[in-house]
Nanobody, 126 residues
Framework: QVQLVESGGGLVQAGGSLRLSCAASGRTWSRYTMGWFRQAPGKEREFVAAFNWSDGTTYYADSVKGRFTISGDNAKNTVFLQMHSLKPEDTAVYYC???????????????????WGQGTQVTVSS
């Protein structure tokens, strides 16, 4: 099992920036693709971005492409989500997750991720 702890959420005005962090620990955490998801009130949890530790490849949802950047720091056991040009529709609880499969594929479905953090709230005011 991989343990994940998110931080960095908060309240920001539209057009602002935030950086979320996800500290990972546990058995072979660095072998898994890491993903960020978000869930707004009354909506399903949705994919935001994914990062592969082995080769640094990334994949983004269309709604955040060009505004968000996912990255990892192996020495700090941490995955980051840098968010720029935030919009009110980005308001949600953001979750970090570790992929269920060690296959190097950047999965995008909730069911493909096995371990989840507790979430961190991001609120963007208009």
């Amino acid at each position: 099992q991989v343990q994940l702890v998110e931080s960095g959420g908060g309240l920001v005005q539209a057009g602002g920036s935030l950086r979320l962090s996800c500290a990972a620990s546990g058995r072979t955490w660095s072998r898994y693709t890491m993903g960020w998801f978000r869930q707004a009130p009354g909506k399903e949890r949705e994919f935001v971005a994914a990062f592969n530790w082995s080769d640094g490849t990334t994949y983004y949802a269309d709604s955040v492409k060009g505004r968000f950047t996912i990255s990892g720091d192996n020495a700090k056991n941490t995955v980051f989500l840098q968010m720029h040009s935030l919009k009110p529709e980005d308001t949600a609880v953001y979750y970090c997750a570790a992929d269920r499969f060690i296959d190097g594929i950047l999965h995008t479905r909730v069911s493909q991720y096995a371990d989840w953090g507790q979430g961190t709230q991001v609120t963007v005011s208009s």
